[in-house]
Each structure stands twice: as structure tokens, then as C-alpha cells.
């Protein structure tokens, strides 16, 4: 099957010239000579000139305050079914074309993918990938890829990875990006009080470059009050935000009651696993952390933020140093690499051996 005839990827853009030329640059390295249809929400910058200089086709939509019906305008100017969608702040890293070219065979399909979170290198997944005969966006904001009829969502992991670079602190629109989004929430919550997902996505606005974690930790609360699935990724992520806003706001107990509360769930992943590690140190718990912290070293899962690697080394190197177990911390701190806080502390405790 050759992909670039049967998929389209698909965007939405307003005055993103400081991102839209790495897109789109990486789209055509890693993808191909694909169709790229771009709807323009109304820039004043270069934005469409960036576009057309790859070949988009780019469409004009009046800005609605909905993003699914600017996504589903995007795709209902596609040639093909197969969508890609990505964002205008985002890079493709990766992508496998075998792998592809089998998951299309099944319309029905729903290609989740791996993306990597520039602002802290925390990854996530999402479903990016679908036949529009088959789904299409619902929701106004933080817009979900929905079936169309009563068949089921099926998911599927693909080996295609990208990276977020959108809301890295030192682009001034951060703010008004995390605005916009909360004033959109507001509106949809007003709609449906108890929505988790809505009242998990206000907490992340929150959250994100620790804006207002007491506020964030509110909104986390209320999320996690109603139950929801615990298979679903967004409530895995709300757990897991909810915890390190507790930390970061001096909530340690709390943190504990709220680790011990969903351990049965989610010990079976190293990012909870790495969270119960650093309440546990913060709660004074550090043989428990110890162990913990050594469960997620080596752990077979994408992990850019070191998790899995230098950042649990270090932080067994800080409790050991703490106990005065020097020389067992210097040998953790070496298997940092070029982990700065590491290689501090190296040159701090090996300075006159």
C-alpha cells in the first residue's frame, strides 16, 4: 500500500509561524509526499505562507469557539479517508510505514500514537490516526475522536511519535493559550457540572507550568470525585498530575493517602511507581522509596524525562547521601551520565578524595 495516496494529514493554525515551518518540514521528512490540508482560523502572520511553501491546501474557517468543528471542517477537505491529524506546534519524529500500512487495512481502526511533552520530556499518548467514513471530532475544546454510529472505538498502539513544543515556558502565548482554553472549559462545564474529563483538563491548565497548583489540585479533586473509568488514559494522567501537584504544594501526607488510594490500579506502571517513590521520600518513607525508585530503572516503556534511568538514580543518590551512605550515592550519581544536579553533586563529594 502506498500511504501517501491513501492519507491525508490534516491541521488547524492561527499565527503559528514560529512552529508551523518544523511541522510541516518534519511531516514531509518523515511521511512523504502526502496531501496537507490547513485550516486557517484566521492568522495575521505568515502562517499561510509557510502552508502553501509545502504544498498545503489551505482552507479558510471562521473561528467558532469549537475546535471540533474546525478539525471536522479540516478533514471534510481531505481527497482521502485516512486521517492524520497533528497540531501546528508539533514535530514527527518517527514513523513505521510497515506498521501503517497494516493498520490501514481495517477502517475501523484508531491509530493511538506517542508524543513527548517538550515542556518537562513526559510522554503521553493519543488517537491521532482514523477513517473519517468511520469517526470525527466531538467536544469544543481538548476534542476527542468519536465513532460515528453505534461501532466501538477501536484502538490501537502505532510506533509513530511526535513532539509537543507549544506550551515550552519561554513562548510568550503560553498564557494566552491556557486563557483561551479555560474560558472554553468554563463554558462546557457549565453544560455538564460533573464532567470529569472537562473538570480534569481545567486542572491541567492549572497545572501546566505550575500556574496556580492549588487551584489545579481543586479541579483534580472534583475529577477523580465521580469515579471514572480507570482504564482511560486522562484519569491515569489526572491521578498522576494530582499527586505531584500535592508534592509541589507541600501536601505530603495527602500525597500519601492519594498514592496508597490508587496503587492497586497503577503499580504496574513505572511513571506511578516513580511518583509514590518521591512522595514516599517526602514523607520520610526511604527504604520504601529506595525500592521503589529501583523498580522503575530499566523499565521497557518511552521515557524522555529519565524516570526509567538518571532521575531515579539520582534520587536513590540523594537518600543515600542523606544517611550518610557516601560512597553508595557517589555510585549512583555516576550512573546519572551528564544529569546536572549528578554531576554537582559528584564534584561536591569527590573534591578532596
Same mark, same amino acid.
Given at each position: 500500500?502506498?500511504?501517501?495516496?491513501?492519507? #491525508?494529514?490534516?491541521?488547524?493554525?492561527?499565527?503559528?509561524?514560529?512552529?508551523?515551518?518544523?511541522?510541516?518540514?518534519?511531516?514531509?521528512?518523515?511521511?512523504?509526499?502526502?496531501?496537507?490540508?490547513?485550516?486557517?482560523?484566521? #492568522?495575521?502572520?505568515?502562517?499561510?505562507?509557510?502552508?502553501?511553501?509545502?504544498?498545503?491546501?489551505?482552507?479558510?474557517?471562521?473561528?467558532?469557539?469549537?475546535?471540533?468543528?474546525?478539525?471536522?471542517?479540516?478533514?471534510?477537505?481531505?481527497?482521502?479517508?485516512?486521517?492524520?491529524?497533528?497540531?501546528?506546534?508539533?514535530?514527527?519524529?518517527?514513523?513505521?510505514?510497515?506498521?501503517?500500512?497494516?493498520?490501514?487495512?481495517?477502517?475501523?481502526?484508531?491509530?493511538?500514537?506517542?508524543?513527548?511533552?517538550?515542556?518537562?520530556?513526559?510522554?503521553?499518548?493519543?488517537?491521532?490516526?482514523?477513517?473519517?467514513?468511520?469517526?470525527?471530532?466531538?467536544?469544543?475544546?481538548?476534542?476527542?475522536?468519536?465513532?460515528?454510529?453505534?461501532?466501538?472505538?477501536?484502538?490501537?498502539?502505532?510506533?509513530?511519535?511526535?513532539?509537543?513544543?507549544?506550551?515550552?515556558?519561554?513562548?510568550?502565548?503560553?498564557?494566552?493559550?491556557?486563557?483561551?482554553?479555560?474560558?472554553?472549559? !468554563?463554558?462546557? !462545564?457549565?453544560?455538564?457540572?460533573?464532567?470529569?474529563?472537562?473538570?480534569?483538563?481545567?486542572?491541567?491548565?492549572?497545572?501546566?507550568?505550575?500556574?496556580?497548583?492549588?487551584?489545579?489540585?481543586?479541579?483534580?479533586?472534583?475529577?477523580?470525585?465521580?469515579?471514572?473509568?480507570?482504564?482511560?488514559?486522562?484519569?491515569?494522567?489526572?491521578?498522576?498530575?494530582?499527586?505531584?501537584?500535592?508534592?509541589?504544594?507541600?501536601?505530603?501526607?495527602?500525597?500519601?493517602?492519594?498514592?496508597?488510594?490508587? $496503587?492497586?490500579?497503577?503499580?504496574?506502571?513505572?511513571?506511578?511507581?516513580?511518583?509514590?517513590?518521591?512522595?514516599?521520600?517526602?514523607?520520610?518513607?526511604?527504604?520504601?522509596?529506595?525500592? $521503589?525508585?529501583?523498580?522503575?530503572?530499566?523499565?521497557?516503556?518511552?521515557?524522555?524525562?529519565?524516570?526509567?534511568?538518571?532521575?531515579?538514580?539520582?534520587?536513590?543518590?540523594?537518600?543515600?547521601?542523606?544517611?550518610?551512605?557516601?560512597?553508595?550515592?557517589?555510585?549512583?550519581?555516576?550512573?546519572?551520565?551528564?544529569?546536572?544536579?549528578?554531576?554537582?553533586? !559528584?564534584?561536591?563529594?569527590?573534591?578532596?578524595?
Amino acid at each position: 500500500m502506498n500511504i501517501s495516496n491513501k492519507l #491525508s494529514l490534516c491541521m488547524i493554525a492561527r499565527n503559528e509561524e514560529a512552529f508551523l515551518d518544523t511541522a510541516l518540514d518534519s511531516a514531509r521528512r518523515e511521511l512523504g509526499d502526502l496531501e496537507i490540508i490547513v485550516a486557517d482560523t484566521g #492568522s495575521e502572520d505568515a502562517t499561510v505562507e509557510i502552508a502553501e511553501k509545502y504544498g498545503a491546501k489551505v482552507f479558510d474557517f471562521k473561528w467558532c469557539d469549537d475546535f471540533s468543528a474546525a478539525r471536522n471542517f479540516s478533514i471534510s477537505k481531505a481527497s482521502n479517508d485516512w486521517i492524520l491529524y497533528i497540531d501546528a506546534d508539533e514535530e514527527v519524529l518517527e514513523v513505521d510505514f510497515d506498521e501503517l500500512a497494516s493498520f490501514m487495512k481495517d477502517p475501523y481502526n484508531v491509530g493511538s500514537i506517542t508524543g513527548v511533552e517538550l515542556t518537562n520530556n513526559v510522554a503521553w499518548t493519543g488517537s491521532r490516526l482514523f477513517n473519517r467514513k468511520y469517526y470525527n471530532f466531538t467536544g469544543s475544546i481538548h476534542e476527542q475522536v468519536t465513532p460515528i454510529g453505534k461501532h466501538e472505538k477501536k484502538v490501537k498502539n502505532l510506533s509513530l511519535l511526535l513532539a509537543h513544543h507549544g506550551y515550552l515556558p519561554e513562548f510568550d502565548r503560553v498564557e494566552l493559550k491556557l486563557k483561551r482554553n479555560e474560558k472554553l472549559l !468554563l463554558a462546557e !462545564l457549565e453544560l455538564a457540572p460533573g464532567d470529569s474529563y472537562i473538570l480534569y483538563q481545567l486542572g491541567k491548565s492549572y497545572f501546566c507550568n505550575e500556574r496556580d497548583l492549588v487551584k489545579a489540585c481543586d479541579y483534580f479533586t472534583r475529577a477523580l470525585s465521580g469515579k471514572p473509568n480507570r482504564s482511560l488514559e486522562y484519569v491515569y494522567d489526572t491521578v498522576e498530575c494530582y499527586g505531584y501537584a500535592l508534592i509541589n504544594t507541600g501536601q505530603y501526607e495527602k500525597a500519601l493517602e492519594h498514592i496508597l488510594k490508587y $496503587s492497586k490500579h497503577y503499580a504496574s506502571k513505572p511513571q506511578f511507581r516513580f511518583l509514590s517513590a518521591h512522595v514516599l521520600q517526602n514523607n520520610g518513607k526511604l527504604i520504601e522509596a529506595v525500592e $521503589s525508585y529501583e523498580s522503575c530503572i530499566g523499565a521497557d516503556i518511552v521515557d524522555f524525562s529519565g524516570i526509567t534511568s538518571y532521575l531515579s538514580y539520582y534520587n536513590i543518590g540523594v537518600i543515600l547521601e542523606c544517611v550518610k551512605m557516601v560512597e553508595d550515592a557517589i555510585a549512583m550519581y555516576k550512573n546519572c551520565g551528564d544529569y546536572e544536579p549528578a554531576v554537582a553533586r !559528584l564534584a561536591d563529594l569527590t573534591r578532596d578524595v
